[in-house]
């Protein structure tokens, strides 16, 4: 059974990411596994860290009633740390046949940041693509016409 390990994150682009790895794992009779990936809490943080983990089980409960609703198989898991790295190294753990995530959006404003930042950290997916050992599906946010 192949497994699909996407990223669900609560954005409307990891939505339709969603809907691409549920197309193509009920296509294939394959397993999700839904990845909620939450950046290190602060010191500052640490004392609300129960309301930060609430808000990544209800994303991820959300994208696993949609699964169950189309009879595609799932399994959920909750990480911290940096994005890019705690994909790849989900990917290879769980023997993860394929990745899916979102683009980012990419407002003029998000394209400037991005090209003085890409140097220092590069792009998630960029990084992903580069470091994951399984293909890479980065999915386009749906435009509008």
Request: some cysteine; proline content about 3%.
């Given at each position: ?14 939505a ?8 193509v ?101 960029e ?19």
């Amino acid at each position: 059974m192949p497994r699909f390990l996407v990223v669900v994150d609560g954005t409307a682009e990891a939505a339709v990411a969603l809907d691409k790895a549920m197309d193509v794992a009920a296509a294939a009779g394959g397993e999700l596994i839904l990845l909620g990936v939450e950046r290190e809490p602060s010191a500052w943080e640490l004392h609300r860290r129960k309301r930060f983990q609430g808000v990544a089980n209800e994303m991820l409960a959300r994208a696993n009633s949609s699964a169950a609703a189309r009879g595609i198989r799932t399994s959920t898991r909750v990480e911290q740390g940096d994005k890019a790295d705690v994909i790849t190294h989900i990917a290879g753990q769980e023997r993860c046949d394929q990745i899916f995530v979102a683009e980012a959006r990419s407002t003029f404003t998000d394209r400037l940041i991005s090209a003085f930042t890409a140097a220092c950290t590069g792009r998630i997916a960029e990084r992903v693509i580069s470091d994951a050992g399984v293909p890479v599906t980065v999915v386009a946010p749906k435009t509008k016409r």
